[in-house]
């Protein structure tokens, strides 16, 4: 039956498979309930799935999973108890963090509390040694202090240790013999070194970022260790096992375990993955993803066919100094939940129905109103075609849970369910703005690429409200981000900080500070299986006017030869008025850090094409449904997504019924099937 790919999303809801038989390039999807409390279950069910058709475990060649368990256990707070060690004379770095508030609404905050350190005071501890600015040692590691040091700890019964010494990134050995230190007095305890998870300059980031790792490592090396387990009991043996990192690669099931934090993005990365593809499809170059699941929103913006790239980050207020796609994410989903607070106001989220007991409509005993049951009783989604007509949806549920909020605002059932809508609509109108308009973006050059179980029920509203070109909905939106970890090719980053004139060295000197960066690169690639001429090498400088705060990242050409610094130096001025609006072409510039990416090509899939069937527009509507559009209810065609050919023209209001997802074409809009099966919605009349 040929060999097959098979990745899965796990959301907060549903946890998304795609299948691609290699040999035929046949794409099928699957949706299966999350299983909060062990993925794994889920993951197996969706394997089995493909079983169930005859396909035999051996021919299951390649899986990649995009998931939330590290990120779960961060936002919830679930991580291992875990326990810091710093230089003497510096614990109060974790403490202390960067002293102010973060930038954006928060500075007007005045209830703002920045979020709760994950290792206590008490559970910090000092190492005495010492290294200088420069990486001179000036106090050697005095071992026996140290093992008294290490004493409270033990008795703690500690799970794991983050690790992270004064200027540990240009001297390590300090580190890496604390790690001998311990694993022979505390044998069994994870360790999170540093100098290994991100060895780069500014202390409190690297602090944090190797507090995180440590604090959710154990966990998704148990998680791997049980999926792998699964796996392998249900035959599935492949050497090509991959879990989707937050810089849009993948990385193999052994070397997530040992960096946890690289995956706090993984789910939402592969949506990113895909969207960059579908710049090549669709020819839309500048494009914002919208991905809204069941339980948050995501966004991210694509400008020119290429994802903004971040080198730190905040989860939930925590920085990670490591590569990540830029995504904005708020809690906006299908199963958000609305409510009316003690002072009489409509509420909306932040809290989720989830999975358990999930919407008032899917009958598992929920009872508050959630966007779902909202749509359902807008008109939007079907009682009878959820899921392909595998799920039925109650109306009658999602009636009295929108009602029980209509109630006390004394409101009509329909106008308080429009209100919700519109309410989560401005929270992620707000996430769209965030990293564009407010980034200097005009909106107007963008299209909205929807995509999760819900992004094309809001999205023709959102782009409309915001001046958007229009909205573009791929094939598999549900499965998307799915989609997209069949796209992904493995990718490892690499970093060292060295700061240096760019006046005072020379390119020779810059090719030598990347050459052990390359052979690392090189070397733990091949040990994944990859041969050299399926490995690419992407190097840059993060650079910066002599003084500032932050760095720019500037790409380095592969050949990097004499008089290529006057280029670099005049490309560096370039950036910084295209980014800041202003220049300062006399200032002298520093290299502060070097950074490698290795990447292992994987493979492409070749997608399916498309040739007309000749079926006409009208032969796709299933069924005629009243929906209610500002406070009027109009009958609407319901067409049925697959019985709509390449070159299908339609006006709204419309709503397109599909198994993974429903989209909703708004009055005044038009959508238009193209050659890969996207609908394209656009303002206006055709």
């Not at 989720?352 to 749509?375: F, K, L």
């Not at 008089?563 to 290299?591: C, K, W, Y």
Request: glycine share 10%; charged share 20%.
């Amino acid at each position: 039956m040929g060999q097959y790919r098979v990745t899965v999303d796990t959301g907060g809801t549903f946890s998304d498979f795609v299948y691609v038989n290699e040999a035929t390039d046949e794409v099928t999807i699957a949706k299966i309930p999350s299983t909060p409390d062990d993925p794994s279950r889920a993951i197996l069910a969706g394997v089995q799935v493909l079983l169930d058709k005859g396909v035999q475990p051996h021919d299951i060649t390649y899986f990649c999973h995009g998931t939330t368990v590290g990120t779960n256990a961060l936002l919830e707070g679930k991580g291992v108890r875990t326990a810091l060690l710093v230089t003497k004379g510096f614990r109060g770095i974790y403490e202390v963090q960067e002293q102010s508030r973060p930038h954006g609404p928060v500075i007007f905050d005045i209830m703002y509390d920045r979020p709760s350190l994950l290792v206590p005071a008490s559970l910090t501890a000092e190492v005495p040694e010492r290294v200088a600015f420069n990486g001179d040692v000036l106090e050697p590691l005095d071992e026996e202090a140290f093992r008294a040091a290490l004493r409270p700890l033990v008795r703690a019964e500690v799970k794991s240790i983050a690790v992270c010494l004064l200027f540990s990134f240009l001297h390590p050995a300090h580190e890496q013999r604390v790690r001998e230190i311990i694993a022979e007095e505390m044998p069994g305890v994870e360790i999170s070194l540093s100098s290994d998870i991100v060895p780069q300059i500014r202390e409190y980031y690297r602090l944090s970022t190797t507090v995180i790792n440590a604090y959710l490592q154990p966990i998704l090396a148990h998680y791997i260790a049980n999926l792998e387990k699964r796996l392998s009991g249900a035959g599935v043996e492949t050497k090509q096992k991959y879990i989707m990192q937050s810089n849009g690669g993948m990385s193999t099931f052994a070397a997530t375990a040992k960096k946890a934090v690289a995956t706090v993005l993984s789910g939402p990365a592969g949506g990113i993955t895909a969207s960059v593809q579908a710049c090549r499809t669709t020819g839309e170059q500048n494009l914002i993803t919208f991905d809204m699941g069941g339980t948050s929103c995501d966004v991210a913006l694509i400008k020119d066919g290429e994802p903004s790239v971040s080198h730190r980050g905040k989860i939930d207020g925590r920085d990670i100094a490591l590569p990540m796609i830029d995504i904005n994410t708020v809690s906006a989903g299908g199963g958000t939940l609305a409510r009316v607070d003690k002072f009489g106001t409509l509420e909306v989220g932040p809290e989720s129905a989830g999975a358990v007991p999930g919407p008032a409509c899917y009958g598992r005993g929920g009872t508050q109103p959630t966007i779902t049951d909202c749509n359902l009783v807008l008109g939007y989604l079907g009682e009878d075609n959820f899921l392909g007509g595998k799920m039925r949806l109650d109306k009658a549920a999602a009636q009295a849970a929108v009602a029980s909020v209509a109630k006390p605002l004394d409101m009509d059932m329909l106008d308080a369910a429009e209100g919700i809508v519109r309410i989560i609509n401005v929270k992620m109108q707000e996430a769209v703005k965030a990293i564009s308009t407010m980034r200097g973006h005009d909106l107007r050059d963008f299209m909205l690429l929807a995509f999760g179980g819900a992004g094309p029920l809001h999205a023709g509203r959102i782009a409309a409200d915001l001046g958007m070109a229009g909205v573009i909905v791929p094939l598999f939106p549900g499965v998307y981000s799915a989609m997209g970890l069949v796209m992904s090719d493995v990718k490892h980053d690499y970093v060292r900080s060295r700061m240096s004139k760019l006046a005072a060295i020379t390119e020779s000197a810059i090719e030598a500070q990347f050459e052990d960066l390359v052979e690392n690169a090189r070397a733990e690639l091949q040990g994944e299986g990859f041969a050299q001429s399926a490995i690419e090498i992407e190097r840059s400088l993060d650079m910066r006017y002599a003084g500032q705060g932050y760095e720019i990242s500037m790409p380095l050409p592969a050949v990097f030869g004499e008089g290529a610094l006057a280029h670099l130096r005049s490309a560096f001025d370039e950036a910084h008025r295209q980014m800041f609006g202003h220049t300062a072409p006399n200032e002298p510039v520093e290299i502060v850090s070097y950074r490698l990416r290795g990447i292992g090509r994987v493979a492409p899939v070749k997608l399916p094409s498309f040739e007309p069937n000749g079926l006409k527009t009208q032969d796709a509507i299933r069924e005629q449904r009243a929906m209610r559009f500002d406070g009027k209810t109009i009958t609407c065609p319901v067409y049925q997504r697959e019985k709509l050919d390449i070159g299908a023209t339609f006006t709204g209001p419309a709503v397109v019924d599909q198994l993974d997802c429903t989209t909703v074409v708004f009055p005044g809009q038009t959508a238009r099937v193209d050659a890969h099966k996207n609908i394209i919605i656009t303002m206006g009349a055709p």
